[in-house]
């Protein structure tokens, strides 16, 4: 017999209606023979509301206390769920997260889960119910109610598709599937068939607020294919396959997203001796908030400038851990920018492509969009831009990539699903070890190449168009690009840090060198660099990972010179010298999670 987990998101559940056309679809699904799971969200945007009350009755809530809270928003739900099941003539049985013994961590508000209780639900099934699960949330060891973080009841849904060995996992929601951006924002984006899912995990975390992106890092871990469609009642068109394939396999950038509500913290003035980075990061994931986009300024007059990224919702505990960590390493300030908002594109074809930067960049200098700061990893590139203009500055880029035009070449869902289902099979044994560690950091390997040279272009204008300038001129030459990072600005001048393979360094050399001699900068190069990366899934999400390497090399007193992060990927670049003995160091302190 087949099973299938059918998640409704708040707006699909948001009244009477609604809820009772969602039960009717897992009813259909049942008569066609199927064992159904449904995992439902708060009603509409109840959860919205219980945040506000409890903001009035406390400044800062108490955390346990909060998920207590927001927990009772499914749980209405799940009931009401089953009644309207029950009135349809079906059986159905609702759970909250601790009777299906979805065990978490203590994080509350991101808990993390830890293990479900299976047989529980496997039981019910058999019974011929259908089982209707409370979404986003979780019981930790002593009993405490928590919840997965805003979002969190497609994780749920995913988690439990793992589990139980799903055959399929819809997501019904307010949209026609997943979008190449938010078609809140571009009414030109365009519905994809299908979308793989290290591009899905890094939309999510990027700002794609369609998916939480966790739910996705169960999907890649667990081969999981999920079907992101529409739950409005006439509408029973296919949606998003979210699967390994993606949907064209010719095309530099699938999507486009935008975080909105971020903010950069700067520490200035930090010593420059080894372990000081570590101490701060360290504190940062001791407060459980996760950073991105970590950028460190080349050292002057023995001390540097470090920076990093964190959502509004996690600046007050980021400021205060790097406040008291600055204090602790001599560091002379904590500064915290202007609203800022993070533009990224996202493609697997962009590991193959040269190009896509410069397009990007051009496209937000023609729409006067200052980049504050650049990182990419192999399959993005984010730029940090002021958040009055985040909406104009997506839209340009979805433009610039054509991402509203069809591709050709096209992947069609049932490949993606065929994909998936042969992923799974070749898998099977791995992912029995891996559904002991559930959410835990999994970790393939780390690896060193020492193909790459390091270029940059120091101290060039803080305006937009010089970033477009260098990558059209790189562009030009067809040099492929690996990682870039631009620096913090400082009295209006910044550094932009790129890495090409050995045999282009020259090329690469010569072209900097123009743009130094336009833009009044410095050229600097550096021919035996080493990027150590470490690829798993989960390596930014969770906050522990970044620590993990700078405390290896931070021992063996090795310098990190850039880092670019994605969700699947973690790279530093060292200096050759230094490459093997890092790669030695990563490996020996990811050993206990290389799976
Ligand atoms: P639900 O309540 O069903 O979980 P969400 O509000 O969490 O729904 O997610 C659906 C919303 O995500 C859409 O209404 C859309 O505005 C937004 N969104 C952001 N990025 C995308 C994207 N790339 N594709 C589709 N929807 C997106
Ligand atoms: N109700 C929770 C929220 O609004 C979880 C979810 O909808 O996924 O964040
Ligand atoms: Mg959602």
Excluded: W
Excluded at 245 to 263: F, H, I, W, Y
Excluded at 422 to 441: C, N, S, T, Y
Excluded at 513 to 519: G, L, N, P, V, W
Excluded at 537 to 545: D, I, L
């Amino acid at each position: 017999m087949s099973l299938i987990v059918q998640k409704f998101g708040g707006t699909s559940v948001a009244d009477a209606e609604k809820i009772r056309a969602a039960a009717r679809r897992a009813l259909r699904a049942q008569q066609q023979g199927a064992q159904v799971v449904m995992v439902v969200s708060a009603m509409g945007k109840n959860t919205d509301v219980l945040v506000d009350l409890a903001g009035q009755v406390c400044d800062s809530p108490p955390a346990r206390e909060m998920d207590m809270l927001l927990s009772t928003g499914e749980q209405v739900s799940v009931a009401l769920m089953a009644m309207a099941i029950h009135d349809l003539g079906g059986q159905a049985v609702s759970l909250t997260g601790a009777q299906m013994e979805i065990r978490t961590d203590s994080a509350h508000g991101k808990a993390r889960i830890r293990s479900i209780g299976a047989d529980r639900i496997r039981a019910h099934l058999e019974t011929g119910r259908i089982v209707i699960a409370a979404g986003f949330q979780g019981i930790d060891e002593d009993l405490n109610i928590t919840t997965l973080g805003r979002g969190g009841s497609d994780t749920t849904a995913v988690a439990l598709a793992a589990v139980l060995g799903a055959d399929a996992c819809e997501i019904y929601t307010d949209v026609d599937g997943v979008f190449t951006t938010d078609p809140r924002i571009e009414p030109a984006a365009r519905k994809m068939d299908c979308v793989s899912h290290d591009e899905m995990l890094e939309l999510a975390s990027l700002g794609a607020g369609v998916m939480h992106s966790r739910s996705i890092e169960f999907g890649k871990k667990f081969n999981v294919p999920i079907h992101v469609r529409n739950s409005g009642v006439f509408t029973d068109a296919p949606g998003t396959i979210i699967g390994p394939l993606p949907e064209s396999p010719d095309r530099p950038v699938s999507g486009a997203a935008l975080t909105k509500n971020e903010a950069q913290l700067t520490v200035a003035g930090v010593p420059d001796t080894p372990g000081v980075s570590l101490a701060l990061l360290e504190a940062l994931a001791t407060a459980n908030t996760t950073v991105d986009m970590i950028v460190q300024n080349r050292a002057r007059d023995g001390r540097t400038d470090i920076s990093f990224t964190v959502l509004d919702s996690e600046l007050k505990a980021a400021e205060m851990a790097a406040r008291l960590a600055a204090e602790r390493i001599g560091a002379r300030e904590v500064r915290r920018s202007e609203p800022v908002s993070k533009v990224s594109v996202v493609g697997l074809g962009m590991a193959r492509q040269a190009g896509v930067a410069q397009v990007m960049f051009r496209a937000l200098a023609d729409a006067g969009v200052n980049i504050q700061a650049i990182t990419t990893s192999e399959i993005k590139v984010s730029c940090l831009v002021n958040r009055d203009q985040g909406q104009e500055a997506l839209r340009a880029v979805h433009r610039a990539f054509e991402l509203g035009r069809e591709p050709a070449n096209c992947t069609t869902a049932g490949e993606s699903l065929a994909a998936a289902k042969e992923a799974k099979a070749a898998d099977a044994g791995a992912v029995i070890a891996r559904l002991q560690a559930m959410e835990e950091l999994s970790i393939d390997g780390c690896e060193l190449d020492e193909t790459q040279a390091l270029v940059s272009l120091r101290h060039a204008p803080d305006q937009p168009g010089i970033s477009a300038a260098v990558f059209e001129a790189i562009a030009d030459r067809g040099l492929m690009v690996d990682l870039i990072v631009q620096g913090i600005a400082e009295d209006g001048r910044t550094d932009i840090g790129l890495t090409v393979p050995r045999k282009d360094l020259a090329a690469a050399e010569q072209i900097v060198a123009e743009m130094a001699k336009r833009f009044q900068g410095g050229v600097a190069s550096e021919k035996e660099i080493g990027i150590l990366s470490v690829t798993g899934v989960g390596v930014r999400s969770h906050t522990g990972a970044a620590t993990r390497i700078f405390r290896a090399l931070s021992e063996e007193g090795i310098n990190v010179e850039l880092i670019g992060t994605s969700e699947v990927k973690l790279s530093v670049v060292v200096a050759g010298e230094h490459g093997a003995r890092a790669l030695k160091a990563a490996n020996a302190a990811f050993a206990d999670v290389i799976r």
